[in-house]
Nanobody, 125 residues
Framework: QVQLVESGGGLVQAGGSLRLSCTAS????????MGWFRQAPGKEREFVAV????????KYADSVKGRFTISRDNAKNTVYLQMNSLKPEDTAVYYC??????????????????WGQGTQVTVSS
């Protein structure tokens, strides 16, 4: 079993920055791909970013490319999402997720096995 706990969400003005954290427990965190997703009210959960177990490969949604950076610290069992130049359309609940299959950087939410409870990010205009 794996527990994922996100933190770092909040209210920020457009153009501002936030850093989300997701800390894992209960499994060997360093062996698995980690992803970030988000879900806005009335919309489906969408892919944001993913990072390989070794942190040598990442992938981003086009909507956040160049603004968001995913990273991880395996010694701390934590994955991060640095979000810069935030826009009102980035407003959503952000979730981290863990993929136990080791089949590469997958972007579909259904591919992930464990999820955090989510953290709210609100960007005001």
């Amino acid at each position: 079993q794996v527990q994922l706990v996100e933190s770092g969400g909040g209210l920020v003005q457009a153009g501002g920055s936030l850093r989300l954290s997701c800390t894992a427990s209960g499994r060997t965190f360093s062996s698995y791909t980690m992803g970030w997703f988000r879900q806005a009210p009335g919309k489906e959960r969408e892919f944001v970013a993913v990072i390989s177990w070794s942190a040598d490969d990442t992938k981003y949604a086009d909507s956040v490319k160049g603004r968001f950076t995913i990273s991880r610290d395996n010694a701390k069992n934590t994955v991060y999402l640095q979000m810069n130049s935030l826009k009102p359309e980035d407003t959503a609940v952000y979730y981290c997720a863990l993929d136990i299959t080791k089949w590469g950087l997958r972007v579909g939410a259904a591919s992930y096995d464990y999820w955090g409870q989510g953290t709210q990010v609100t960007v005001s205009s």
